[in-house]
């Protein structure tokens, strides 16, 4: 039996395999839709030429959002958006140190005509999700993908809150 391959549409960089555990939620979240990627350590700092080999290779592999996260001075984002028109999702990993401010602030705060999308602090999921509303705008299986994601959510919710109604916080609690 052959495992039928994704066309690479996402790449996720990170800046070190210490990042591994927070960006692997944007692979899961694009495994759980279908999305291909490409996924790889290149640092901006440590190993500024594989960033750029990364990015210049990106488009020729059919990448169409980049997906990057770093923690610290989390400039990885900033350094592709630089070298691309790709739309960038920035992932602030959060570091041992200041509770991934310091990595929210790197990455967010880019100059003008930089831009990068900034996620919540290890937020790879939802960069994820990000990167698959923006393929979504091109793809109406994509979207229709996604709202379905959206009303499986709702439906969760409510049945929490019909729970809750029903058998009070402290009971609720107990569970």
Request: positive net charge; aromatic residues 4%; glycine residues 10%.
């Amino acid at each position: 039996m052959t495992k039928k391959v994704q066309k690479v549409s996402v790449g996720i960089v990170m800046g070190s395999d210490s990042d591994l555990a927070v960006m692997s939620e944007s692979a899961l979240i694009l495994e759980e839709f279908g999305v291909g990627y490409e996924m790889t350590v290149a640092s901006a700092h440590r190993s500024p030429l594989l960033v750029h080999s990364f990015v210049e290779s990106a488009k020729g592999k059919g990448i169409k959002v980049i997906i990057a996260g770093a923690g610290g001075a989390a400039h990885l984002a900033g350094v592709v958006a630089s070298f691309t028109t790709l739309p960038i999702i920035g992932v602030p990993v959060k570091a041992k140190t200041l509770d991934g401010l310091d990595s929210l602030l790197s990455t967010s705060q880019m100059p003008p005509g930089i831009p990068v999308a900034t996620v919540g602090i290890n937020g790879a999921k939802n960069a994820g999700l990000l990167a698959i509303q923006i393929l979504a705008t091109n793809d109406k299986n994509l979207e229709k993908k996604l709202i379905a994601y959206k009303q499986k959510m709702h439906n969760e919710i409510k049945v929490k809150g019909e729970k809750l109604l029903e058998i009070g916080y402290k009971k609720y609690l107990e569970k």
